[in-house]
């Protein structure tokens, strides 16, 4: 999930730099993977990690992103 929405952002700001449809695809498919229901429990806060030693939702910044 993390990596996935650092990626998004990185193909959006591509996409700004270089218009035309080379990163729309990614972004589509980046943007439609962190939409699934799955990744939000509950329709709350994402789930971006799974540890037994540690929180689901990856702290703050796991949100942030």
């Known amino acids: 999930m993390r990596t996935t929405a650092h990626w998004l952002i990185t193909l959006l ?3 700004e730099r270089s218009p035309g449809a080379a990163f729309d695809d990614a972004i589509t498919r980046a943007t439609d993977h962190l939409l699934r229901p799955g ?3 509950g ?3 994402f ?7 540690k929180d689901q939702c990856n702290g703050i910044i796991g949100q942030a992103w």
Not at 47 to 53: F, G, V, Y
């Open 43 to 45: 329709g709350a806060s």
């Open 39 to 41: 990744h939000r429990p």
């Open 13 to 15: 700001d591509a996409r």
């Open 47 to 53: 789930l971006c990690r799974r540890s037994a030693t």
